[in-house]
């Protein structure tokens, strides 16, 4: 079974300082998807980044960058230039490719990200 | 805004009740996807359908069970409703069933209060 870890139950930045949020998975396949999702106060799940494991680059995202590195089974998020409206927590997904089955997504913990002033 | 839908928002019930909550996914998704968010469990996977039919099972209990209609919404049921049931619970969508629309989009959850 997949599982994915986050080792960060809790972290703090500066505003407009540079973050990195940590996740560990591990599964025996080789061809996947990674995610992280954000989930502010609202509790609404917001998708911030996707990764495909096939996909050498880094995906990048405005401000949001990860660090895949796929021997080490690791996905980190990046989030530079920080603003007070990204405190929430964050979420680590992994998913299947072409699995003809469950699609489902399998979460991390969560990190919960405070920006200070 | 996701484009996925939820009804309600909240919901306050007794233990040993039933409760329905429902979910309309994006416009053009076929596939939608019921998560369990509680605090002793975090983030899990219920159920999956596509096109009407259930397409996989993950953590979910023989007290709940869903469907998906025809105009594609899905209800999520509850039955004999435990204080260990309360938690919030997400209904996300995608256009396919696997491989070809990777990305779930996430309506804004039910929060269940079982007292």
């Known amino acids: 079974a997949q599982t994915v870890t986050q080792s960060q139950p809790e972290m703090s930045v500066q505003e407009a300082e540079t973050v990195t949020l940590s996740c560990t998975y591990d599964t025996s396949e080789s061809d996947y998807y990674l995610f992280w999702y954000k989930q502010p106060p609202s509790r609404q799940m917001i998708l911030v980044i996707r990764q495909e494991a096939y996909k050498q680059q880094n995906a990048t995202e405005n401000r949001f960058s990860v660090n895949f590195q796929k021997a080490a089974k690791s996905f980190s998020l990046k989030i530079s230039d920080s603003q007070l409206g990204d405190a929430a927590m964050y979420f680590c997904?992994?998913?299947?490719?072409?699995?003809?089955?469950?699609?489902?997504?399998?979460f991390g913990t969560g990190t919960r990200l405070q920006v200070t002033l | 805004d996701s484009g996925v839908t939820q009804t309600p928002k909240h919901l306050i019930t007794a233990t040993g009740q039933r409760v329905t909550l429902r979910c309309s996914p994006r416009s053009g998704d076929l596939s939608v996807y019921w998560y369990q968010q509680s605090l002793d469990q975090g983030l899990q996977f219920l159920i999956q359908y596509y096109n009407g039919e259930e397409r996989a099972k993950g953590n979910i209990l023989e007290r709940f069970s869903a469907q998906q209609f025809p105009d594609l919404h899905s209800e999520l049921n509850l039955s004999s409703l435990e204080l260990g049931d309360s938690a919030l619970y997400f209904c996300?969508?995608?256009?396919?069933?696997?491989?070809?629309?990777?990305?779930?989009?996430f309506g804004p959850g039910t929060r269940l209060l079982v007292l």
């Open positions: 997904a992994y998913r299947l490719r072409n699995t003809g089955t469950a699609s489902k997504l399998t």
């Open positions: 996300a969508s995608s256009v396919g069933a696997w491989e070809t629309q990777e990305t779930q989009y």
